[in-house]
T-cell receptor
Framework: QKEVEQNSGPLSVPEGAIASLNCTYS??????FFWYRQYSGKSPELIMS????GDKEDGRFTAQLNKASQYVSLLIRDSQPSDSATYLC????????????FGTGTKLQVIP | NAGVTQTPKFRILKIGQSMTLQCTQD?????MYWYRQDPGMGLKLIYY???????DKGEVPNGYNVSRSTTEDFPLRLELAAPSQTSVYFC??????????????FGPGTRLTVT
């Protein structure tokens, strides 16, 4: 059973629209959740972290966490072509907070 | 700060050869990690370290070895390279302590091909 699941996409949205990226996880004890952006051929870059239920906003990005449903999402408002990348969801492992588990990522394409 | 640096950027190995991938961080982070990423796949943890002299296996440690003699450096050793080790390797680090956020910061990666 996959520990962190993401739709691989590609998710295509027009420029200026809201992109919604979703992630589910299997470990009920997970406490910390992250979204990384990875451009093709580059390393992952941390864009959001969230630790408690609810929404967390940072500029055009909003992370949403629902621990009861074991669900994390990332909303990107006013999507730009420069947002086209693969977005990786990452979750800490309960009982082993030294480590995180990564999903396989969702590829986002923003169409000009 | 340079952050996390990795060398080399690219390498081609023949089957059976050995090499060391270098990783250095200048952020005084206690925790360091090695991941591999195969095309279209997520990151798989190879080894990690919680401080100098302390290392532990991740999900996919077979065929690799690590050491951590200083806080700054965390080299990854490949012995007897195999085609299955063709991948992109990322090193990452994070802080530890009271205000831990578990946020990891990645180096630029090493693209390794074994033929």
């Amino acid at each position: 059973q996959k520990e962190v699941e993401q739709n691989s996409g590609p998710l295509s949205v027009p420029e200026g629209a809201i992109a919604s990226l979703n992630c589910t996880y299997s470990d009920r004890g997970s406490q910390s959740f992250f979204w990384y952006r990875q451009y093709s051929g580059k390393s992952p870059e941390l864009i959001m972290s969230i630790y408690s239920n609810g929404d967390k906003e940072d500029g055009r990005f909003t992370a949403q966490l629902n621990k009861a449903s074991q669900y994390v999402s990332l909303l990107i408002r006013d999507s730009q072509p420069s947002d086209s990348a693969t977005y990786l969801c990452a979750v800490t492992i309960s009982g082993g907070y030294q480590k995180v588990t990564f999903g396989t990522g969702t590829k986002l394409q923003v169409i000009p | 700060n340079a952050g996390v640096t990795q060398t080399p950027k690219f390498r081609i190995l023949k089957i059976g050869q050995s090499m060391t991938l270098q990783c250095t961080q200048d952020m005084n982070h206690n925790y360091m990690y090695w991941y591999r990423q195969d095309p279209g796949m997520g990151l798989k943890l190879i080894y990690y370290s919680v401080g100098a002299g302390i290392t532990d296996k991740g999900e996919v440690p077979n065929g690799y070895n690590v050491s951590r003699s200083t806080t700054e450096d965390f080299p990854l050793r490949l012995e007897l390279a195999a085609p299955s080790q063709t991948s992109v390797y990322f090193c990452a680090s994070r802080t530890g302590g009271i205000d831990v956020t578990y946020e990891q910061y990645f180096g630029p990666g090493t693209r390794l091909t074994v033929t």
